[in-house]
């Protein structure tokens, strides 16, 4: 009996080693299914994280849009600053992005020449300190710029969320290496039948293909809604994970 007292110190001390230490601030999502799957309960706020759309279809590139519009939303709504919003194109769906929990006057619009533009707005946001969040659209980023935008991310505690634009209908963003924190792709999934004529809350299926320190996972949600908040549809609940199953990718 005095043996096994003796090593209870002992086994305390390896589940305190084994316990994930983080010394950087966190932004949940708020829904179990997806913060117990990430390393630190949630993504790293000062982080650069990105997403692309699982199809070259509009609906599947409008998902990983209203995406990282509801991250923005949330942490813009937490610290009260604006979001900047980077893109080379011109066709932001305003109304789409207040639906997500972005009004137009929580945004600033940037539309850079070209890819190599945009980062350079980017870093310039970072080190001004302005934004609550940044969201940039990008087609081409080598791992070198992602180190970078990584680094200033981390030293300003601000997060920088990458939408990865297809340039060829087969070709996947995520195959290129790169420094972020987390890399995912969004797609549509039916949406839950209704008992009336009617179109019911969109579905994602959200599929997370890396992050460090983890591993993939995807799982089944609920559109972003006007608080940028995603949910577990009822039907699915705890199990929402284990229906969609584990990320079959496992991007560099």
């Known amino acids: 009996m005095s043996a096994l007292a003796s090593l209870a110190p002992s086994i305390a001390q390896l589940r305190t080693i084994a316990t994930p230490v983080t010394d950087y601030r966190v932004m949940p999502f708020g829904i179990e299914a997806i913060d ?43 610290t009260s600053g604006p979001v900047l919003w980077a893109s080379c194109r011109c066709d932001l769906y305003a109304p789409g992005l207040a639906q997500a929990g972005l009004p137009s006057a929580s945004v600033i619009h940037a539309q850079p020449r070209d890819d190599a533009a945009l980062l350079a707005v980017i870093e310039d946001a970072i080190r001004d300190g302005t934004p609550a969040a940044i969201v940039a659209e990008a087609s081409k980023v080598s791992m070198v710029a992602t180190r970078r935008l990584q680094l200033v991310a981390a030293e ?9 634009r297809r340039r060829g209908l087969n070709e996947d963003p995520l195959a290129e290496p790169s420094a972020a924190w987390t890399r995912w792709r969004i797609g549509t ?64």
Not at 38 to 62: K, N, V, W
């Open 156 to 164: 300003a505690d601000m997060p920088v969320l990458l939408l990865r």
């Open 36 to 78: 117990g799957r990430l390393g630190a309960g949630g993504l790293r706020a000062g982080a650069l994280h990105e997403a692309t759309a699982r199809t070259g279809s509009l609906a599947d590139d409008a998902a990983t849009t209203l995406f990282l519009a509801g991250i923005a939303a949330r942490e813009a709504a937490g």
């Open 189 to 252: 999934a039916s949406s839950e039948r209704l008992g009336v004529a009617g179109v019911g809350r969109g579905r994602w299926l959200v599929e997370l293909a890396r992050q460090r320190g983890g591993e993939g996972f995807s799982l089944i949600v609920e559109g972003s809604d006007e608080t940028g908040r995603l949910a577990v549809p009822a039907g699915l609940g705890h199990r929402a994970a284990e229906t969609a199953g584990t990320a079959r990718f496992a991007a560099a």
